[in-house]
């Protein structure tokens, strides 16, 4: 009787559902209740995941071209027998990569560049309008911003703006990164020596003799400190 007792209490342990299948069986159950809500939410996340992969192509084919029509266009500067014949070949070039593919990353930099080539065309008014949205561009890059500033400021030296320069050198004077600190350390020096403001112009140069032991500036600048005893 004993041994009939304990097979029909193991028979109802064995007849009951473990936590397991009993989850199991109610998922189903909830699964087959909201089948058609679940099919929607399925296709929608197929649908977006489409949708996020063709944009993702289609940055990637824009990038890859923009990057194709910079190289091309830099090529053809590359091979112009001045500056003025070569921005005059090329200015079209970047103009199209300017006004089609402006969001990507070699459209942004391309600005820099064809200031650059401007630049040396002697197309200040040009050079400054594309180095100043470049400005605008990379102004969360401290090394970018530097460069840019220091570009900024040698096309106003050359329009002979400078106020306008020593505005722009300063900011790198007084910047967070050492990038072309002494190369705007001593322009401020030379602007402010110009001016007729010594005591300024030889506080600069002492910083470069003091901070910059490897500038090539050094060497001007401990003779401007010497001349100025």
């Not at 809500?37 to 977006?48: E, G, K, Y």
């Not at 063709?54 to 029509?69: P, R």
Request: charged share 30%; net charge neutral; hydrophobic share 40%.
């Amino acid at each position: 009787m004993a041994d009939q007792k304990v097979s029909n209490e193991r028979k109802k342990e064995l007849e009951k559902l473990d936590p397991f299948q009993e989850n199991l069986l109610k998922t189903m159950a909830c699964a087959k209740e909201y089948k058609k809500q679940l099919i929607l939410i399925a296709s929608a996340v197929v649908l977006l995941a489409m949708v996020f992969s063709g944009v993702m192509y289609s940055f990637q084919k824009a990038e890859n071209s923009a990057a194709i029509l910079v190289n091309k266009a830099l090529k053809k500067y590359a091979h112009a027998k001045d500056p003025d014949k070569g921005y005059e070949q090329v200015k079209d070039d970047f103009q199209l990569i300017f006004t089609d593919y402006t969001n990507t990353v070699a459209g942004r930099q391309a600005k820099v560049k064809f200031a650059k080539i401007c630049y040396d065309a002697l197309k200040f008014d040009q050079s400054y309008q594309y180095y100043k949205e470049s400005l605008e561009i990379f102004d969360d890059q401290a090394l970018m911003e530097n460069l840019l500033l220091a570009s900024l400021g040698h096309v106003c030296l050359a329009q002979k703006k400078f106020d306008e320069a020593e505005k722009y050198f300063f900011q790198i004077e007084k910047g967070k990164t050492d990038l072309l600190k002494d190369e705007a350390r001593y322009t401020l020096a030379m602007l402010y020596e110009t001016d007729n403001n010594v005591a300024e112009s030889k506080k600069m140069y002492e910083k470069i003799v003091t901070e910059y032991e490897n500038s090539m500036y050094k060497p001007v600048a401990q003779s401007k400190i010497d001349e100025m005893k």
